[in-house]
């Protein structure tokens, strides 16, 4: 009687990518809402040794960069599945930070890794509206309640109050990669925490990543060469039929794209 075959090890490969935003974008971008049920669908696959994740994001949210880095080690914790974390162009900020939830994370030599920070930016536009001859009129009641208002000049107590809340902030961000990286990390924080980023090789050498590799080349090293991926992934419109909502579509869309546009490219991306 013929021997019976073991099936080829199958894992689940879940894709994060864009900019991490509260608000899904009518183009690209995610948050713990729509990220939850693709890690729910892969690590509800009983057989599957592992969860891959495929990361290709600049950042953005914090909130969200760390729901969704929790409820990737919630549900680690819960099914007991290790979690490799495979990084494409970049994982970067909160990418790194989702990252961070991988038992490991592998990169491309060409991947971008780190920009352990937090940024905040914006506009003045108080002489431009002095020039149209537009009179401002805010009013509110509580003396903090507004923050670096654009149509107004900048005022040293609002730039104290954010620099204040960026430094929180990044205090989080601190404390989750030691957390999560720990003894791994092979660099002074002073050279780590600074924002800065790095491509996979040196990130590798930091400490920043675990080793040089894509995933269905991981995948094959660790579970043998008939494992096979499978591609888990939001079912979202495509562009342009993504903005068919009309105008309104159409305006959101584009502020996400240069939103994002902007992101990448304080990547050199």
């Not at 007991?80 to 970067?92: G, H, L, M, Q, T």
């Not at 990252?99 to 780190?114: F, H, Q």
């Not at 996979?200 to 590799?213: F, K, P, W």
Request: net charge positive; charged share 25%.
């Amino acid at each position: 009687m013929e021997s019976l075959s073991r099936p080829p090890p199958v894992i689940p490969l879940v894709r994060l990518e864009g900019m991490i935003a509260a608000r899904g974008g009518v183009i690209s971008g995610m948050n713990l809402a729509g990220v939850a049920p693709l890690l729910e669908r892969a690590f509800g696959m009983k057989r599957a040794p592992a969860v891959f994740l495929a990361i290709n994001s600049p950042g953005g949210s914090p909130v969200q960069s760390a729901l969704i880095a929790n409820r990737i080690r919630q549900l680690a914790e819960e099914k007991k599945k290790p979690v490799i974390a495979i990084c494409e162009d970049a994982a970067a900020s909160g990418g790194y930070w989702i990252a961070c939830a991988a038992d490991e994370i592998v990169a491309d030599p060409a991947s971008i890794l780190g920009s352990i920070g937090v940024v905040s930016s914006g506009f003045g536009f108080q002489e431009a509206i002095a020039r149209l001859g537009v009179e401002r009129r805010l009013r509110t009641a509580g003396t903090e309640k507004t923050l670096n208002d654009a149509f107004q000049p900048q005022r040293p107590e609002d730039t104290a109050r954010l620099d204040a809340l960026l430094e929180e902030l990044h205090t989080e961000f601190k404390d989750w990669v030691r957390a999560r990286r720990g003894a791994k990390l092979r660099a002074p924080e002073e050279e780590l925490f600074t924002g800065r980023f790095w491509a996979g090789r040196r990130a590798l050498a930091l400490g920043l990543c675990d080793g040089l590799g894509d995933a269905l080349g991981e995948a094959r090293r660790r579970y043998g060469e008939t494992a096979r991926l499978v591609p888990i992934g939001p079912r979202r419109r495509r562009f342009p039929f993504s903005l068919l909502g009309g105008g309104a579509a159409l305006l959101e869309g584009a502020a996400q794209m240069a939103e994002e546009r902007a992101a990448w490219a304080r990547l050199g991306l």
